[in-house]
């Protein structure tokens, strides 16, 4: 049983490690950059106007990893996974936290 276990959890890494490919793009002045800011701003105001509090940072959170996941898909089709501006970016996730934060202290602010 713990054999099967084990050997499930083997080839589930294997499969997420040959999956995930990290984008070596780490221009923080890019475009790209900033659409991600934009939209991490703008996601967390769309998430206030439906008044989740605190979820909206997990649900927006979500929804900034769910976008990088297709944006991968996309460059694997495209045979240009790796290069950069496609794959997985913890740049571009980053700055969709930041957007987030802004709109976080404007909406504060403006209370």
């Given at each position: 049983?713990?054999?099967?276990?084990?050997t499930?959890?083997?080839?589930a890494?294997?499969?997420?490690?040959?999956?995930?490919?990290?984008d070596?793009?780490?221009?923080?002045?890019?475009?790209?950059?900033?659409?991600?800011l934009?939209?991490?701003?703008?996601?967390?105001?769309?998430?206030?106007?439906?008044?989740?509090g605190?979820?909206?940072?997990?649900?927006?959170s979500?929804?900034?990893?769910?976008?990088?996941l297709g944006?991968?898909?996309?460059?694997?089709?495209?045979?240009?996974?790796?290069?950069?501006?496609?794959?997985?970016?913890?740049?571009?996730?980053?700055y969709?936290?930041?957007g987030?934060?802004?709109?976080i202290?404007?909406?504060?602010?403006?209370?």
């Amino acid at each position: 049983m713990l054999d099967s276990i084990k050997t499930f959890f083997v080839n589930a890494w294997r499969f997420v490690k040959s999956y995930l490919v990290f984008d070596p793009d780490r221009d923080w002045r890019s475009l790209d950059k900033m659409q991600h800011l934009l939209g991490g701003f703008g996601v967390r105001l769309a998430m206030e106007l439906k008044e989740m509090g605190w979820e909206a940072i997990f649900w927006s959170s979500v929804i900034f990893l769910v976008y990088e996941l297709g944006q991968t898909d996309v460059a694997r089709s495209l045979k240009k996974l790796g290069q950069p501006g496609y794959g997985i970016g913890l740049v571009d996730l980053a700055y969709d936290e930041i957007g987030m934060l802004l709109a976080i202290i404007l909406l504060a602010v403006s209370r």
